[in-house]
């Protein structure tokens, strides 16, 4: 009977749900949204904001350049305050270009609200509703709304999920796409690749889906645009406090740029720590007492290729067998697939481990029918994961309505922001610039946070889905290439295309390709350098996404890439060749380029003799004529051939490839190239077996190491 009634009160809460069009004024007459402040400048250089950080006194200084961070830097710039952002690496180079890439409006939320009976959880997919809709409305070229299958596994969820949905879809803002059920035939249809048994049926809904990490730079780049003095790879070694205040208040920071050395002095009346899971190391300069508020919760995601999902449809199953969620979603023309959740050390390397990869190809395997394809390892693209700055649980953090953040004033007036998600991050900034304002006396031009209503990010201005056409009419480019840039650049794609160069070819007639696999082109690393890209792998990581959707494609334009860096940031040979062994280095451990101390795969032993290993290495070079270390399949089945079989194995070749062949499609390296010799001199029965067991064992040992703890559902955000 309670649970009816909560149900009864959510729905009918829903009703009243806040929407931009429901704004009224003490008359009771609807009003518009405030105009938005006009741009005060061009994209400032990163070296003019560098020389304005020494020589103004800032109303707020924001330290930390991910999502909120920057959202703090775009909302107090456009109430007119003199604003500053500082970032150790680069703008999202944490957990804002390492998530879900959804901006969801927290539907494990609602289960939690009406399972539960969570009023909390309730407001919190409110809020994510109505957050979703400003993101889209700040940037509509860098969102799109995508279709999500939530599998039905047995009948009696149909109508439980019916009503959940139904509820979700009153929630949202006017304008928001419908669910509808589909069959379990027209499941199928959709998504083929999946096991039949136990699926009754499936809905389909609509989350938002955006590009992260252009998000993230977009807001900071808007910030300055508005007047805001950003820059990234500047870290913070000190807090400066009021030596005349005797509770030592913050009035600044001391942030040394990574590049030259230098030390700067940065004055300011407030500052606001946005340094998300590093959070109390920043507040541990303001008060080395200060007691934790930040829990650090690891999430891992993998990239395959398209196969695995069709292309406009990812699916959602927030019911798994071990408890976790796990979805598919198509992006960038690829398939993104997560999650896994842990604890884990915030200082640690930002590296997902073999393990992880292993339980979410596990995952993958429980839902793809094997008649189709085998879950291989050598599928992964790319592995990569962030930390989600959890706020530890705490009386502060049950004060609050939302209860997944806190923003906290320190004993120095230092404001922190612990939490939150990309839905939440606008939400979270307006907040914290209100704090700021409240606690620092501060004389903002406009009071009011205009950024829901009525800002938009540079590039959205004039956009619009159709953009492309004109991109590939007026300036020749190809297809894939006119609609990559218009849904990343916006309107500004007009100016990455006039300084494309020559094609040299009657089609397309500019735009020089970095890949033949991506729609990057050259003219893009110049825009990068004026977006303030300082490095490759600020290059190849977060202006294009080619790192985390490719390593080895990426590894492989890392020399071009450089080259045009080089010519235009005036690197020395020294430099250049230094930013490409970081940039490799980023993409061995930070990427999920597999390695030999990390991966069971590699570390089989091979079951032959030193001359067998001398002389199979040998024909392996023979192979190898563009000496690219790579052996293509079918010149694996020639060497097989010139051994004496005279018909080719092709189910030894397939069996040995999908336990072994870790690092591409279609070709192998030499050491695969010698366990599948390995395989055929000792029979591919006995081979795979004790290859399999091996790899087993290995996998145990990384289990028993890991150690770590799972994070609940509730404790992760809510969200995906």
């Known amino acids: 009977m309670a649970k009816f009634y909560q149900m009864a009160v959510i729905v009918g809460s829903c009703r009243m749900t806040y929407h931009p069009s429901m704004i009224r004024n003490r008359d009771g007459l609807d009003d518009s949204p405030p105009p938005p402040p006009q741009m005060k400048r061009e994209l400032p250089s990163r070296k003019m904001c560098l020389d304005a950080l020494s020589r103004t006194e800032y109303d707020i200084l924001i330290i930390g350049g991910g999502a909120v961070g920057s959202g703090c830097a775009l909302d107090a ?14 703008f999202g180079s944490g957990a804002s270009s390492k998530s879900s890439k959804l901006l969801h409006g927290g539907l494990r939320d609602l289960e939690q609200a009406i399972g539960r009976l969570d009023l909390a959880a309730f407001r919190r997919v409110r809020s994510a509703l109505r957050e979703r809709s400003f993101i889209a409305n700040m940037a509509p070229h860098l969102n799109q709304p995508v279709p999500l299958m939530l599998p039905v596994h047995h009948w009696w969820q149909t109508p439980i999920y019916w009503l959940k949905l139904s509820i979700y879809h009153m929630m949202a803002p006017k304008g928001n796409k419908t669910f509808h059920y589909i069959s379990s035939d027209k499941a199928m249809e959709i998504f083929p690749m999946l096991r039949k048994r136990e699926l009754c049926g499936a809905f389909v809904f609509y989350e938002g889906q955006h590009d992260d990490a252009r998000m993230c730079l977009s807001v900071a780049l808007t910030a300055a645009r508005y007047g805001a003095d950003v820059c990234n790879h500047m870290r913070v070694v000190e807090l400066i406090k ?49 007691a934790p508020l930040c829990t650090q919760s690891w999430a891992s995601h993998i990239v395959l290729p398209p196969f695995y999902c069709p292309e ?177 650049y916006g309107s500004n794609a007009f100016k990455v295309a006039v300084n494309a160069d020559s094609s040299g070819k009657s089609w397309p007639i500019i735009g020089k390709r970095l890949h033949t696999e991506f729609p990057y082109i050259e003219a893009e690393v110049n825009q990068g350098i004026r977006e303030h890209a300082c490095t490759l792998t600020d290059m190849i990581a977060r202006r294009l996404r080619v790192a985390f959707l490719n390593v080895q494609v990426a590894e492989e334009i890392l020399p071009k890439v450089a080259e045009i860096m080089a010519a235009e940031l005036k690197w020395s040979p020294r430099q250049r060749n230094q930013q490409i062994q970081d940039a490799r280095r980023f993409l061995y451990t930070q990427m999920g380029q597999l390695n030999t101390e990390d991966s069971p795969h590699l570390t089989i032993p091979i079951k032959m003799s030193i001359k067998q290993v001398e002389k199979y290495a040998g024909q392996f070079r023979q192979l190898d004529l563009s000496n690219t270390g790579y052996v293509s399949i079918s010149n694996c089945c020639k060497a097989m051939k010139s051994m004496g079989l005279k018909e080719v194995p092709i189910d030894l070749m397939h069996d040995v490839l999908r336990d072994i062949d870790c690092h591409a499609q279609g070709k192998v390296n030499l050491y695969e190239f010698l366990l599948l010799m390995s395989a055929v001199v000792h029979g591919d029965t006995a081979y795979l077996r004790y290859a399999k067991m091996h790899t087993n064992e290995k996998l145990s040992v990384l289990a028993n190491q890991n150690g770590s703890r799972f994070v609940k559902m509730e404790r992760s955000g809510g969200g995906l």
């Open 77 to 90: 710039a456009t109430r007119g305050l003199k604003t500053a952002l500082v970032e150790a690496d680069d």
């Open 312 to 488: 406009q449809v990812g699916l959602f199953d927030p019911h798994t067998k071990d408890g976790r969620t796990i979805f598919f979603l198509p992006w960038q023309g690829h398939t993104l697939v997560g999650t896994t959740e842990e604890m884990r050390d915030p200082h640690a390397l930002p590296q997902s481990t073999e393990l992880e990869v292993q339980l979410l190809l596990e995952g993958i395997k429980s839902y793809v029918n094997p008649h189709y394809w085998d879950v291989r390892r050598c599928d992964v693209l790319a592995a990569w994961g962030g930390f989600k700055p959890l706020p530890v649980e705490s009386d502060l953090l049950r004060q609050t309505q939302l209860r997944n953040h806190v923003i906290n004033l320190g004993a120095g007036q230092m404001i922190s922001i612990v939490g939150g998600t990309w839905t939440s991050f606008r939400l979270l900034a307006e907040k914290a610039v209100n704090a700021a304002i409240q606690y620092g006396d501060l004389q903002p031009l406009r009071p009011q946070s205009v950024t829901g209503l009525s800002c938009k990010l540079d590039g959205a201005s004039g956009w619009s889905p159709k953009m492309f056409i004109r991109l590939v009419q007026d300036f020749g480019l190809e297809r894939d290439v006119a609609v990559h840039l218009a849904n990343t």
């Open 242 to 290: 009021d030596k005349k205040s005797p509770e030592g208040n913050v009035i600044g920071a001391k942030a040394v740029d990574q590049l030259t050395g230098k030390q700067y002095k940065i004055k300011a009346k407030m500052v606001i720590n946005a340094t998300g899971h590093l959070s109390d190391d920043i507040r541990n300069m303001e008060d080395a007492e200060a």
